[in-house]
DNA sequence: GTTTGGTGTTAAAAAGTGTTAAATAAACCA
DNA sequence: TGGTTTATTTAACACTTTTTAACACCAAAC
């Protein structure tokens, strides 16, 4: 997980951060003003991102992130602020800052912010929850199409299995023909629409195993997957 | 310049907008309502990110980003709200929010939270073009073309090399055939796209002795290296 | 009921892909 | 330079995926 430089010289609130941040899996270093921010980011280093407060004793947080950035250009700053002064934000953004916040705040958005900037840089882990999916007594890898029940495996096609992500994704809620086909054909002409209803027939086969499972007409909408 | 898709119901405020992002050098497409956004997003296409005003008449931003993001789930998304409720802030967020703005905002602050954002995904260009992989149980150097495994090391030629490089970058993701043939031949003819063809089998051998890999086709589309 | 348009299904046609091997082109070297 | 090796392209054939066609059926509207 991220390792966060955090610099906050309000102790309570310092603390509270780091508590927070650690139990959501995070390690961190608190620094208790602009110069041991400095100081932790020179000696320890190897941090994934820094949350900086902007008024601090010793060095405030603007001068600090100018600091870090000739240091690491690339990395993530989060910015702290008692004011939400326009002019704030705007250095702030200036001196590279990736977000901004202020205070008062609530832990969670300031988490989100920080997952927000995280899954930016973490290409290597593109969604891998999103493309797995269970229903019924079948797993559906959307990612290999495969589509596997008990210890059988099967490999779908392209077409199929984007169909059946975008069925899986909205399972007990109807998926609108034109959307799909827009989605997956790039158009809904007449021919593709055609197509997809033959497409529809492949899955309901593929997915005949579990007798629960079916994929619903909703006349003149589109198809819904019950499971 | 980048591309951006608007999606504002206040016209008075849609047109602001537009016009400022207009004068700051952004393509910018304006849409009335949830149903026009996604509309646009699907038949136009080719947006770098998308501004989604969140209470919205006819489909909302929410809504409307989940199934913008069914189809790039990369994209970069910034809501606009009226409400600064929590709930609502955590929600965009979980949809897959870049950042998240309460109106009244400035226009500045805006453009600032935009390249905040674009200048993170530009960054990643440059580390893109690193010339070493790792690759499953394979490591792979562009530079010198050198694919190995274990201790055994095998020389690759200059298109096994160029087109493996490329399927690396977008590990997980579809490289299509005419952007891989028009960057790698030059122009994606019938007979260079049989060669590319000819030269995924040489790959796929290459890199058989990890069967956790694998060169994926997407029909009609491209190749997807999955590791 | 009848009409109209949407759907289910199967099969044939068309388009795209996997693979091997021969032909050409490019690089290398005595 | 001419011959040899290596890289790349073209050809050929088998196979897979997608689209189109055909016909039967169903659902809602009149």
Redesign the interface.
């Given at each position: 997980m991220a390792k966060i430089l955090l610099t906050e010289d309000d102790p309570n609130l310092g603390m509270l951060l780091q508590e927070y941040l650690q139990a959501k899996g995070f390690t961190t270093d608190l620094a208790k003003n602009g110069e041991e921010g400095l100081k932790f980011f020179l000696e320890k280093g190897g941090y994934d991102m820094c949350i900086l407060d902007v008024m601090m004793p010793k060095k405030d947080g603007f001068s600090l992130a100018k600091e870090i950035r000739m240091k690491d250009k690339?990395i993530?700053v989060i910015f702290l602020t008692a004011k939400s002064m326009?002019e704030d934000?705007?250095q702030g953004?200036?001196v590279?800052?990736?977000?901004y916040i202020t205070k008062p705040f609530?832990m969670?958005?300031l988490l989100?912010?920080m997952?927000?900037?995280l899954r930016?840089?973490n290409?290597q882990e593109?969604?891998t929850q999103?493309n797995n999916f269970k229903i019924g007594a079948y797993e559906f890898d959307a990612?290999?199409?495969s589509l596997s029940i008990n210890d059988s495996q099967n490999k779908l096609?392209?077409?199929e299995s984007e169909l059946l992500k975008?069925l899986c994704?909205n399972k007990n809620q109807s998926v609108s023909r034109s959307?799909a086909l827009?989605?997956i054909w790039g158009?809904d002409s007449y021919f593709n629409a055609r197509s997809m209803d033959v497409y529809i027939t492949k899955l309901r086969k593929h997915l005949k195993e579990d007798p629960s499972l079916q994929i619903m007409n909703m006349h003149g909408e589109g198809f819904k997957l019950i499971c």
């Open positions: 690339d993530p326009k934000t705007i953004f200036k590279g800052a990736d977000d609530s969670e958005e989100m912010r997952k927000a900037i930016r840089i290409k593109p969604d999103i990612q290999t199409n096609t392209t077409k975008l994704q959307f827009k989605l158009d």
